[in-house]
């Protein structure tokens, strides 16, 4: 076989194994979105993913409901991983009835039944500011983005 060459099919494998060994990046690369500040995420999910010898599959733009099905149903995917995730989603109802793992970076209004991950800021910058206290620092400086303008 290695003289040959020879590489099984992933398509064949998919089938026999019902498992495709494929990760969905669900990115929503729209003008609001700092692409600086998604890419450490998108670098170490598909780290991760290569780690566990699975392959990444990377959807962006505005992914809606719509797509969540697409690659879940047809089993393109064996998981899902949605960024930019905004308390009332609308992708939510199809991410709870969906036979897929579905891992959230974002936090909903109503986390029931699901998985979710973010960064709370505020908690964040409390911790900060309450190390640098007790170690006898009298003075810093808190940079951060600037506030959204509308």
């Known amino acids: ?3 040959l060459g020879y590489h099984p099919n992933a398509n064949a494998r998919a089938l026999a194994s019902n498992r495709a060994n494929v990760i969905g990046l669900m990115v929503g690369l729209t003008d609001d979105v700092q692409i600086a ?4 995420y998108i670098d ?3 780290l991760a993913a290569r780690e566990h010898k699975y392959d990444l599959v990377l959807t962006t733009g505005e992914p ?3 797509d969540i099905e697409r690659l879940t149903r047809r089993s393109i995917v064996d998981a899902l991983v949605m960024m930019d995730v905004i308390p009332d989603d ?5 991410v709870r009835s969906s036979s897929a793992p579905i891992a959230l970076i974002g936090t909903p209004n109503d986390l029931e039944g699901l998985y979710c991950f973010d960064l709370d800021a505020r908690w964040s ?3 900060a500011m309450e190390a640098l206290l007790a170690d006898g620092c009298k003075r810093f400086i808190l940079a951060g983005e600037p506030a959204a303008t509308e």
């Open 1 to 3: 076989m290695t003289e």
């Open 37 to 40: 500040a998604t890419i450490p």
């Open 44 to 46: 170490e999910i598909t």
């Open 64 to 66: 809606g409901p719509d």
């Open 90 to 94: 609308p992708r939510l109802s199809v």
């Open 125 to 127: 910058a409390r911790m």
